[in-house]
């Protein structure tokens, strides 16, 4: 199992946390693990994350559960999120150099600055390019 990869969903609600772990085996998805973390009252209010930190708190202690090899794919709301996929620049970057292009990129289509921006993007081998989630920091 050293080089397989479990695929972890997470759906943070208002109570706590629903987590699933699956694993592809045969052609077919199998369930590894699930989880049900409870979350301290206060934590998410209408759907939004208030007490980032009591939620890091909780998932770091979630997180010594996990393998090395992991894959973890987080529901936001569609209505602040944008999802697009970035073609790889002309020259290429440093991991740092890249992090604040992607950046850079999804703020100018969203006409917000990227200072106001939580981004994560993964590598597209087949577009040459990314995979870009890009959603509104808590404030704006």
Known sequence: MAFRNWRIGMHIQQDHIAIVALLLERSRWALRRWWSIPLMPGTVRQGIVVDVESLARQLQSWRRELPL?????????????????LPRPQISLRESEQATWIASAMAQQLEMPASSLCVDYVDARAADGWRVTAGAAPGY
């Open 69 to 85: 090899q992991h894959q973890a794919c987080i529901a936001f709301p569609a209505a602040r999120t944008l999802q697009k996929q």
